[in-house]
Each structure stands twice: as structure tokens, then as C-alpha cells.
């Protein structure tokens, strides 16, 4: 089953995507936010290119476990998002996507150049596979 990652920021969302099995995310793309509207029109096109089954959606809780401004501010782009697509959406913790994929991006880059925009798609794609490895147990394989 295909999924689809989202790292909801206030300049940019970072999209991923899993493969068809739901075995391993990737980076997809980067939405600028233009505006609730606009922001889902294009999630929901995404979605609809690689037919995904459901959406994981990083929440920033605080570091102390609190829900703060930002997760609100995700929590009502999530809301919006509901109502306009049918594609389950689940909330996962994002405390340590963005450093864990500005770590990989910096390792893997052959610039010395920083780009937030890759950042936040990795982001994405970071918090996506965390999912895809904690669920893996709960997808029979159609094998057995």
C-alpha cells in the first residue's frame, strides 16, 4: 500500500512518498504554501498520481511532550486537508525528522551549500520510513 509523508511547515510542505508496498519512502516534492486551499489542491494531486492509500502527517510536539503553537497550526492544516480528501491521515511524532534529515542531507551532499527545500522533502521521507519500519509487522505478506 502506497503512503504518503507530509512535513506541514509554514513556508513549505515536504512531500514523500512510499513504493507501491509500503516498504521504503523517498523524497517527493516540495509545495510551497500558498494557502490552505491551494496546499491541499496540490497534496491532492500527489496523492492522486501515485494513488496513496494514506497519509502520515509529522506533528512538532515539544521536546518536553507538549502540543505547542505549531502543532496547533498543523492540526488545523490536517482538519482543512480532511475535508477535502478521503485518504485516512495518522499523526506521527516529528521531533527529530528535520535534524536527522538535514543530518543525511549534509552527508550525502557533494555541495557545501545548505537547501532548506531538500531538507523539508527528506523530512518528509525521514518520517514516512519511521512509520513504514513501525508498522511493517502489521502488513501480511501475501507470500504466506
Do not use: C, W
Not at 10 to 35: C, M, Q, W, Y
Not at 90 to 102: G, I, K
Amino acid at each position: 500500500m502506497r503512503s504518503m509523508g507530509l512535513d506541514v511547515g509554514d513556508k513549505r510542505i515536504g512531500v514523500a512518498v512510499s513504493d507501491p508496498l509500503g516498504i521504503l519512502a523517498s523524497p517527493n516534492t516540495i509545495i510551497e504554501r500558498k494557502g490552505d486551499s491551494e496546499d491541499v489542491a496540490a497534496i491532492t494531486k500527489i496523492a492522486v498520481q501515485y494513488a496513496v492509500k494514506q497519509i502520515i502527517i509529522g506533528l512538532p510536539i515539544s521536546l518536553d511532550g507538549s502540543i505547542g503553537e505549531q502543532a496547533e497550526k498543523v492540526h488545523a492544516f490536517a482538519n482543512h486537508l480532511v475535508s477535502h480528501i478521503d485518504i485516512p491521515i495518522e499523526f506521527r511524532d516529528e521531533r527529530m525528522t528535520t535534524v536527522s534529515a538535514q543530518r543525511l542531507m549534509r552527508e550525502g551532499r557533494n555541495n557545501k551549500g545548505k537547501n532548506p527545500k531538500a531538507d523539508d522533502a527528506a523530512a518528509a521521507a525521514v518520517l514516512l520510513q519511521a512509520y513504514l519500519d513501525e508498522t511493517a509487522g502489521d502488513i501480511p505478506n501475501p507470500n504466506y
